[in-house]
């Protein structure tokens, strides 16, 4: 830990700069700890569950390897990227409406995209999450970065996606290639 926790005169606590809960066992995080200034890792810690605490993250938030099911509980405002990979992520509800840098999805059980961001001022990376089959719900994302779509089952990609960047695909997924181009998305092939 990098920070100093600070007790507020109504019970809560702030912690003054980065938060690293790597591998710790811990299940949750404590009721009334309502900010984080800097990073938060809660990484490896596979009896995990989202409490809704903290509220805020004003870094990153690193949540991968911990067994969850949906981002339900995550916190409500992060000022930088969110790591969300190797997961058991079904559900997206939870997620904070406007994503300030990443969100990366790898890895999870994903089915499909509800609950998503609807802004993300950095990349999506959905690489995968073997049985994501519909991309729906990212009609109307706007996405400041580029999109991977490396090794999912999605054989069409809706219109309507506002991407500054590049979609990335694997040059076997060939249907939903064919679909991204015929939508006029700049994509990238590997």
């Keep these: 830990m990098d920070g100093t926790f600070k007790f507020q005169p109504d019970g809560t606590t702030i912690v003054e700069g980065d938060l690293n809960l790597l591998s710790r066992k811990i299940k949750q995080l404590p009721i009334g700890l309502m900010e984080v200034k800097g990073d938060l890792n809660i990484s490896g810690n596979s009896s995990?569950?989202?409490?809704?605490y903290p509220k805020?993250?004003?870094?990153?938030?690193?949540?991968?390897n911990n067994n969850l099911v949906s981002s339900d509980g995550m916190p409500e405002e992060v000022g930088e990227n969110i790591y969300l990979s190797k997961n058991k992520f079904r559900s997206?509800?939870?997620?904070?409406?406007?994503?300030?840098?990443?969100?990366?999805?790898?890895?999870?059980?994903?089915e499909n995209l509800d609950g998503i961001s609807r802004k993300i001022s950095g990349i999506l990376v959905?690489?995968?999450?073997?049985?994501?089959?519909?991309?729906?719900?990212?009609k109307g994302v706007k996405i400041d970065g580029d999109l991977w779509l490396r090794g999912i089952p999605a054989?069409?990609?809706?219109?309507?996606?506002?991407i500054r960047g590049y979609i990335f695909i694997?040059?076997?997924q060939t249907v939903l290639i064919v679909d991204a181009e015929a939508k006029g998305y700049q994509i990238q092939i590997f």
């Design 170 to 172: 694997d040059s076997s």
């Design 92 to 110: 997206l509800v939870g997620l904070p409406e406007k994503v300030m840098g990443d969100l990366i999805l790898n890895r999870n059980e994903l």
């Design 48 to 52: 995990l569950k989202l409490n809704g």
């Design 56 to 64: 805020k993250v004003g870094g990153s938030f690193w949540c991968m």
């Design 155 to 162: 054989t069409e990609i809706p219109a309507g996606i506002e």
């Design 126 to 138: 959905l690489n995968d999450n073997n049985q994501l089959t519909s991309l729906e719900a990212l």
